[in-house]
């Protein structure tokens, strides 16, 4: 285990040219998912968050049934859309990093909303009465509730960013983890186990749980400045 | 002003039932009662943001309303009184007559619970208001700045003639600074009448026992 670690660090500061472009891969797919998806799914939970009326239970209850859905079932819609029979094959989405994008973004949707819904929903009650109090228009407060969420807003991110690097299930099945093309570090971790070359596989786990440490670090430090 | 008749129910339980009242022009009105009487409910129907049973309640445009836990936004101390529209110049002068100019720059979330609800009050009464509604805008503070807002909201009053409806455990703020003094209990109106009417002379025996009670 000693050694396999020490080669592990040996071909980390190697530069291997595999390694890097699994790496460069993961960052592709990881960061553009994760900023899709926070796009997408920060106005839906500051909305979700802040909205008061009928069926808002229903809807919440709906989106966090969505933070659990299994990565495996998402991969294998996306692969019967994408695949040669499916729907949407004109768009030849099937094994590209833009296919495992779009899976991600399914899967990170419903937990950047549901991270910021859970925090609006607190704020956004006191925040509002407060606002319409003082004569304030309904766009003035939803920027007074997004700004009193800045903390929770990049926190809500880094979680997305941090499920999209350690996703394995959707990648594989849309992605095919092919070598050069569609290999990213959870995948490349499996089929380097599978094929026995162990110190691979123990130089791209040690890589991911430094991006998880870093994640986690920049989390804390955020909290730390704007909470003092 | 006259107020139509007002009802508010959360599930089976009726938590406000009032006949018709009507509220003095340029007076100050503050509402009394125990825990649960149906005060702050009120209040929210009144400034607007709780409908009452049968819907939307409409008042009048322009109310000030200062809620129980109003909100210290994320920014600084200043920048909470020019978000109401008012210029820098302004909002310094007002920090400064309810003693938080020290405090401008700082921000708001650092503030202690009494300074916070200065900067409640000063945020609200930044801007003239034809009817503003308070609830509980003193619990937080200690004597002194109890005393003074106390003092800048009579000023307020008399230079604005807007109507004021102030929710107040405190009965002796009340005798202060009332005009007029509505007391409620479980939701219903016990009794109504000039501050000293109610609180000195009672008419009713449930007024007279909560009287006793805070031994006034």
Known sequence: ?228 | MKLPPITKTYGNRKVLDLPALELADSTIHTIIGANGSGKSTLARILAGVLKPDDGRFSCMDRVGYMPQRSYPFRMSVLHNLQITGAGRERAMKQLETFGLAGLAHQSAKGLSGGETARLALARILIEDHPLLILDEPTAAMDVAATLLAEKILLEYQARTSCTVVLVTHSLTQARRVAGQVFFLQNGHLVEQGTAEQVLLHPRCADTRAFLDFYAL
């Open chain 1, 1 to 228: 285990m000693k050694t396999a670690f020490v080669q592990a660090l040996a071909l980390i500061t190697s530069g291997d040219r595999q390694l890097g472009i699994i790496l460069v891969t993961t960052l592709r797919m990881a960061l553009s998912s994760s900023m899709i998806a926070l796009l997408l799914g920060a106005p839906l939970g500051v909305l979700l968050g802040s909205y008061a009326g009928r069926g808002k239970r229903t809807l919440v209850v709906i989106n966090r049934t969505l933070m659990g859905l299994p990565p495996v079932v998402v991969g294998l819609v996306c692969y019967m859309l994408f695949s040669g029979v499916g729907p949407l094959r004109h768009l030849r989405l099937l094994y590209t990093v833009t296919g495992m994008v779009i899976a991600q973004v399914i899967l990170l949707v419903p937990l950047i909303a549901g991270s910021l819904e859970s925090h609006v929903s607190t704020v956004a009650p006191d925040i509002r009465e407060t606002a319409l109090g003082m004569g304030l228009s309904r766009g003035r407060i939803l920027l007074l509730i997004i700004n009193e969420s800045q903390y929770q807003l990049v926190s809500a991110y880094l979680l997305g960013l941090g499920r999209a690097f350690a996703e394995v299930g959707a990648v594989s099945m849309v992605g095919g983890a092919i070598a050069y093309k569609t290999n990213v570090m959870t995948t490349a971790i499996m089929n380097y186990t599978n094929m026995g070359a162990f110190t691979t596989a123990l130089a791209l786990g040690i890589i991911l749980l430094a991006i998880s440490l870093v994640l986690n670090a920049g989390v804390a430090l955020l909290h730390w400045r704007l909470e003092g």
